[in-house]
């Protein structure tokens, strides 16, 4: 169970996490992060602790299920608060296939999003530090397009 000061319950706060943080998608979630952010709703300057909180749509399953996935999460997440910046806000949403992933699959997915968004691989990169894809650079001499040929 999270601890009371470290839940995300306020609809203002999941907005922000959501629109102004970064985010890490993994196939079986994506985990948005607001590094750093003062709490307007606390008083005096100190800094707040990291907050957490949970998404998981009807798309997961059904109320059990559902239900199975927070507290997965929730467990999983306040073992790993320690890596997150003070005050942080976070929101995990959990996507259709956590309803039926295990508990090892999900830590596995939570760990390389939050890798992510705190600097570790960059987007593209595999853990051995080689570029995916074809291998061929980005054209210079233009500087929207990709090995793919045409801008997006």
Request: charged fraction near 30%; charge should be positive.
């Amino acid at each position: 169970m999270l601890p009371t000061e470290n839940r995300l319950r306020r609809r203002e706060d999941f907005a922000t996490a959501v629109r102004r943080g970064r985010r890490a998608g993994r196939p079986l979630l994506v985990v948005h992060c607001r590094s750093g952010s003062t709490d307007p709703h606390a008083s005096g300057e100190c800094v707040p602790p990291t907050r957490a909180g949970f998404v998981v749509s009807k798309a997961v399953g059904i109320a059990v299920v559902r239900n199975k996935v927070k507290r997965r999460l929730r467990h999983l997440l306040r073992d790993r608060l320690d890596r997150l910046p003070a005050g942080s806000l976070v929101v995990v949403r959990a996507l259709p296939g956590a309803g039926t992933a295990d508990h090892d699959e999900l830590a596995r997915d939570l760990d390389a999003a939050l890798e992510r968004l705190l600097g570790g691989a960059p987007r593209g990169s595999n853990p051995t530090g080689d570029a995916t894809g074809s291998g061929r650079a980005a054209d210079p001499r233009n500087p929207g397009r990709g090995p793919g040929g045409s801008a997006q």
